[in-house]
């Protein structure tokens, strides 16, 4: 038994029950935020040592073996990618302490979260088709309900296309699980990738892969089916918008890179060159819609969407250094992107905005605050030491190897861009003087504790930044290692598959 | 009976996106729940249709004497309504208020969130 799998899984899903239970009691809902993201991350943690050591770790719910019953299976990205989410998590938690109003709370904003880390690790940990779409479902009810706390205006009309553009993506999973199970029979991933192998109809087979690139493609914000995202990440409570912003458009990518490198990957000459030029695309329409953008948020939410293109980019090129670069840049991105929204947090704390003519001279007051978005900004543009660099580097290195050319002049590019619009927040955010002759229209000043609060998960994720940028071997080698595995998926179905009775390889 | 229902489903599918396009929200809400359900029946009539055999073991065998229907799609259907119903509920709900805090049926009125 490996209970560590079905763990990241399960305490978020007490931690919500128990909060649900103390729905009166603002403060036990906080002391169990707190408690439960704290305890996901260190059960995360676990479960990535483990596979670490022991190889691809298979768990058969209620004991029923492997194509019958439900696998939770976690291989290295899926550890990778939980440890991330329990960062992730644990960091909002702490945020919104000092964030989240009374209102917000009043209404389940804890639970919520809770709800959301479960069916984001469950994502990441299932082996089977259909349980994925319940984890997505699970995801995206928890991220319905917390996108439209305090019901204002622009959340409303951000809401409507949010739930409208998700609920035809999951739709469109959902009629390719039935058109795949009336094909091969098995929902389990591991089953479906190997009787795949032994079919001959090759037109349906890249029919079901395109379809779930349009399924995933939504949910990841990749061109051109992202406009769900820029029209809505901007309005939540800006933890919330942290929390999606770090982790729900990864859900998408990792279920790309799950289908295509264990499911689709026998045709990559026609799959994966529409994956290539969907990532070219979402780069470039991404970085260009933020260069248009004069509002913290958005430019942020924009950049989603072209980081999403790098991401894909690395699955496209499908060689063994371009998918280590991609599982590479998940990682950094999650961490530096809820790190930018956390500080845009922060900034309209403190001058009660988001739009950036009406933002200006926080070097001058908070210095180290501007240190901080300055670390994780550049990050994102990919200067050097920072994690950003690297993981643009074995992307763009990937690309040159694999002779795909013309998209990787537009990953650098694209670089460029990025770093043109965060020197453009850099500039207007902190640089400049404060546009305001009176304070009269600033919030008032938070108290220290609660500045206090904010910062110190700001301060740790750009820590993390900084570490994997100073440190990068040991991320490198588990990227390397996680992009052994997946590309050679016969260890994953020979250790679902393999062994019935569930337990190690 | 399979092609009959390929033709309902392609007639709901056909339906509801006919609906989602419209510009008022509350027939967008109309159109995702024609899709929703077409995306239920689409999956069950995927299994084929089986008339009159339930998937049973008679007692003495390991395994049922002749083909019987596939008890599988019909889980898969049933967790999926129960999805569906929620998440459709959530969204009735969601263009209730978005009526009262907007006070407009028209997509095109809500235009403040995109760029």
């Known amino acids: 038994m490996n209970p560590q799998i079905a763990l990241p899984i399960l305490i978020p899903l007490l931690a919500g029950a128990v909060s649900l239970v103390f729905w009166r009691s603002r403060a036990m809902q906080r002391l169990v935020a707190v408690l439960g993201t704290a305890a996901l991350l260190a059960t995360s943690i676990w479960l990535l040592v ?31 990618m939980v440890v991330l989410t329990g960062i992730i998590g644990f960091a909002v938690a702490l945020y919104s302490l000092a964030t989240t109003g009374r209102g917000h709370e009043a209404f389940g904003y804890f639970p919520l979260m809770h709800l959301l880390l479960a069916g984001v690790a469950g994502a990441f940990l299932t082996g089977d088709i259909f349980n994925l779409y319940v984890w997505f479902e699970v995801m995206l009810v928890a991220s319905f309900a917390l996108l439209i706390l305090g019901s204002e205006k622009p959340q409303m009309e951000g809401a409507i296309k949010y739930v409208t553009l998700n609920l035809v993506s999951s739709v469109i999973f959902l009629v390719t699980i039935g058109l795949l199970y009336s094909m091969v029979g098995t929902l389990n991933m591991a089953d479906i990738a190997q009787r795949l192998a032994h079919l001959d109809d090759n037109g349906m087979i ?13 949910k990841a914000a990749a061109f051109p089916l992202f406009f769900w ?13 942290a929390l999606f912003a770090g982790l729900l458009t990864k859900v998408g990518v990792y279920a790309l890179y799950r289908v295509f490198t264990l499911i689709f990957y026998h045709n990559p000459g026609y799959t994966h060159e529409i994956l290539l030029w969907g990532a070219a695309l979402t780069m470039l329409s991404g970085v260009l819609g933020a260069a248009a953008q004069f509002e913290f948020r958005r430019i942020l939410s924009f950049h989603i969407v072209s980081q999403i293109g790098y991401m894909i980019l690395g699955l496209a090129l499908f060689t063994p250094l371009a998918i280590i670069g991609g599982v590479f840049y998940i990682a950094h991105h999650i961490i530096v992107k809820a790190n930018l929204f956390l500080v845009s947090g922060i900034v309209h704390r403190l001058q009660g905005s988001y739009r950036l003519e009406a933002l200006g001279g926080l070097y001058r007051r908070h210095p180290w605050l501007a240190v901080l978005f300055l670390i994780s900004a550049l990050s994102l543009a990919g200067m050097p030491p920072l994690s950003g660099f690297f993981a643009k580097f074995i992307v763009i290195r990937a690309g040159l190897e694999a002779g795909a050319y013309g998209v990787t002049f537009i990953a650098l590019l694209v670089g460029l861009l990025t770093l043109y619009s965060m020197i453009k927040l850099w500039a207007e955010v902190f640089w400049k003087a404060d546009p305001r002759e009176d304070a009269d229209t600033a919030p008032p000043a938070p108290r220290r504790g609660e500045l206090w609060l904010m910062m110190t998960p700001v301060a740790g994720l750009a820590l993390c930044t900084l570490f994997i940028g100073l440190n990068a071997g040991p991320l490198y080698s588990l990227a390397e290692a996680s992009a052994g595995q997946l590309l050679a998926p016969e260890r994953y179905i020979e250790a679902v598959l393999g062994n019935a009775g569930g337990g190690e390889r | 009976m399979e092609s009959l229902m390929a033709v309902a489903i392609g007639v709901l599918f056909a339906a509801a996106i006919y609906m989602m396009l419209r510009r008022s929200i509350v027939k967008l809400v109309i159109g995702l729940m024609l899709l929703s359900n077409a995306a239920n029946l689409l999956i069950f009539a995927m299994a084929g249709m089986v008339r009159g055999a339930p998937p049973l073991v008679p007692e003495g065998l390991s395994a049922p004497a002749a083909a019987v229907a596939d008890p599988l ?43």
Do not use: N
């Open chain 1, 50 to 80: 483990s596979v670490g050591r022991d190889g691809i770790l298979v768990m058969q719910m209620g004991g029923w073996a492997a194509p019958f019953g439900i696998s939770l299976v976690a291989d290295l990205l899926g550890a990778i």
């Open chain 2, 73 to 115: 799609p019909q889980a898969l259907v049933l967790t999926a309504i129960v999805i569906a119903f929620g998440v459709l509920s959530f969204a009735v709900v969601l263009v209730r208020r978005a009526w009262e805090v907007v006070r407009a049926d028209d997509l095109d009125r809500m235009k403040d969130t995109d760029t």
């Open chain 1, 229 to 241: 995202l820029p029209a809505s990440y901007h309005t939540p409570p800006v933890a919330v918008s």
């Open chain 1, 206 to 218: 890249d029919a079901l892969a395109m379809m779930f690139l349009v399924a995933f493609g939504i």
